[in-house]
């Protein structure tokens, strides 16, 4: 339904269920939003039928009514824009309410592109901060052809590729903070980038996933890293790459453009960045004024009197457009001007009583900075896409419900689900029930606190119906007025990590207990002649109720002081490379025992 957000005049309370809301397709209003009447304009209020409370209209002494349709780019409704007025409106005022409801759209238009690009950018900037891997973007400075003979084409990377933007983890690989990396060629971390970036450009989509290499921190130590990358290639040259190692007042109210009166919309229409112009049946500038008209290096009225054709003569496309007004055409096209900018250019046709055309009345809407966001929009998806889909792990999004509003394709490979059968679902949905008891406590919490989520662990079940563990990392996220709006992050299946834990725990239990078993004395000490492992037998010949009691200690603690020094010497004897020997000799042991050993 439609809600009502602004109005001025005499009809300026916002209260009321009957004036509030009103839904799709009731009323005036309700029918031009659907589109049932584009538009509608009426001079006698008060009678007629399409208006339903004539007593209300009356009691205003109403006159007039006029709504527009304010709709996107696709053509879907976004609001209407109406007014009621105590005097008839003229031919011309209905024209410039016409206009002024295309201007409210674009308006609302680039509010909405504006905003699904803070977004994107958000989501680019969470998802680079919550990474637990190396996000790295490599400039090709000047770009390098990749049409080089493999040998040139190593060489020319290797000389060209610069560091132009770190996170933090990655940093860390290295020792160093972002900017002290950020600049510098990649060469000096990476010496074989000519080779590694050269089989890039030499892969079918210019992608390289999971790839083990070896790079160098600040100090020269080698690092072992699994990355995944992939490359930008325009005009046949490698531009850039991007990848990922292991080890990103509300607008003027409507009321207030259309203030109170049709002598302020004239206001408006001058200090908006539009240009508003009429011509006759011959093509004779008859209007032209708006903010707009520096942009095409014009003054307010300076074109009043010539035709089309002396103006924009030297301009074929803008003519062309011309000339369809000037056939009777309604119609709306982009226009690019030799001073600079893009506009979007409206034409409606002025017919005479009788229905003949009687010129056109239209408007340039600069939409050169609508143009660059639209273009920025682009470049910032794409590159928060070609940074999800080079992860090896599940990029996911929860909205402030608790549920999935974003899925990355790699959910197909941990969970064996689409992300389509992801969205929608609690991540409590994907867990065993004994699971969901166990985390559910400390997963809540956390959400409602907007805590940061940290390696937290935790078994989900597979579309196939095995068990996987997965640790996960995520982040609240906040709108531009402070609103919590869910949580950005990743899930890494840590499934063999975990089953590799095990069995080694459950081996080291087993040689313990063999070790214990042994009748023979059984030890391991450290430089200090501290004892580091002890076996039960050892421990009971050396006065102590359990192997812990011995740990820790030094020979010195348990034996006379020339049995301590000789078996420090012994030992440390070993440790300076000495040959391992046997040795027998006798020993009187703290429990009364005395043995040969």
Known sequence: GLHLVASSGRYTHMDGESHRRVPLGSYKIGRVATGEDIGFVTNDVQHDPRVHNHAWAKELGLVAFAGY???????????????????????EEVVFLEMLAKTTS???????????????????????ANASEGIFRIDLVPPVSV???????????????????????????????????????????APNCGSQMADLVHTKDYRITEREETEYS?????????????????NGKLTRVWGMQLNVTERKKAAEAL??????????????????????????????EGRGLTGLGLRPGQIVGQTVFEV?????K??????????????????????GGTFEASHIALRDEAGAYNGTIGVLVDITERKRVEEALRESEERFRSLVESSPDWVWGIDPNGVYNYASPRCRDLLGYEPSEILGRSPLDFMPAEEVERVKSEFVSTFQAHHPLVQFENTNRHKDGRLVVLETNGVPVFDASGAFRGYRGIDRDITERKRAEEAAASEHALLRAVIDLLPDGIYLKDPDSRFLIVNRALARRLGKESAAEVLGLRDEELFP?????????????VLAGAEIREKEEPVAFPNGEKLTI
């Open 318 to 339: 803008a003519i062309a457009a011309l000339r369809r007004a000037l056939a009777g055409e309604t119609f709306t096209e982009e226009l690019s001007f030799p001073a």
């Open 218 to 234: 600040a100090e020269g130590a080698p690092i072992h890293i699994v990355e995944s990358y992939t490359g930008t290639v325009e």
């Open 259 to 288: 203030r109170e009166s049709m002598q302020r919309l004239q206001t408006v229409v001058t200090g908006a960045p539009i240009v508003l112009y009429s011509f006759d049946r011959h093509g004779v500038f008859t209007l032209s």
């Open 147 to 189: 049409d080089l003979p493999r040998e040139r084409l190593e060489m020319e990377i290797a000389q060209h590729a610069v560091i132009a933007e770190v996170n933090a983890a990655l940093a860390r690989m290295y020792g160093l903070r972002p900017e002290q990396m950020v600049g510098r060629p990649v060469r000096d971390f």
């Open 312 to 316: 924009y003569g030297d301009q074929p």
């Open 69 to 91: 349709r304010l709709s996107s780019a696709e053509g879907k409704p976004v609001g209407v824009l109406a007014l009621f007025s105590q005097q008839a409106l003229s031919p």
């Open 106 to 128: 674009q308006v609302i238009q680039a509010h909405a592109v504006e905003e699904a690009l803070r977004q994107s950018g958000e989501r680019y900037r969470n998802f680079v």
């Open 561 to 573: 002081p020339q049995a301590a020094a000789d078996y420090r010497a012994d030992a440390l004897a």
